[in-house]
């Protein structure tokens, strides 16, 4: 099952193999990066978010994007290309459910596993958990149920089982 990557805000998206994967997860830029993020979180917002958008960030739901042009906010015209946008993303029968504002994301990770309600209940396998660079989210990638419907009617069931928000920004492909 193939996922995509943007190497960093803005620029297209790039189907991403297992070995590329990894070699991201393990790159000592990318933990610098997210330490140094870390460590701007709750001083200087700016500075957060500028490494933050400097970081890879992995599509977990498309396995590619049709390419296509697109003008931006600011009206500066993009040429065709994969960028990343919703109503051209190619699903790969993944979802993600994004957390915020968890004031300790392992715990409630391990809450929610401890449960064992989703998989048995529900049978959608777990691909992915990990706490953002924020040190306040947590993230959850899970197969997509085809009786629950689409992207956002399974990340409302997941939310829905345990209690949580959902954050709205999620229900696309990101």
């Excluded at 803005?10 to 990894?22: D, M, Y």
């Excluded at 790969?92 to 915020?100: A, K, P, Q």
């Excluded at 085809?146 to 999620?170: H, I, M, W, Y």
């Amino acid at each position: 099952m193939a996922i995509c990557i943007q190497r960093k805000f803005g620029v297209p998206a790039e189907v991403v193999t297992p070995q590329a994967f990894e070699a991201v997860l393990d790159d000592p830029e990318v933990a610098r990066r997210v330490e140094r993020a870390r460590s701007f979180h709750a001083q200087d917002k700016g500075a957060y978010t500028r490494e933050k958008n400097g970081m890879p960030g992995f599509i977990f739901s498309c396995s590619g994007f049709i390419p296509h042009e697109y003008t931006d906010t600011k009206g500066v015209k993009h040429p065709e290309d994969t960028w990343a946008h919703q109503e051209y993303g190619i699903l790969n029968g993944l979802f993600m459910v994004d957390l915020d504002h968890v004031d300790n994301p392992r715990q409630l990770w391990q809450d929610i596993t401890a449960q064992e309600v989703w998989e048995k209940e529900y049978k959608v396998r777990t691909f992915l958990a990990f706490v953002t660079c924020s040190n306040h989210g947590l993230k959850i990638v899970m197969a997509c149920s085809v009786e629950e419907g689409n992207l956002a009617s399974c990340q409302n069931r997941f939310c829905q089982t345990f209690g949580l928000p959902n954050d709205k920004s999620t229900k696309n492909s990101n």
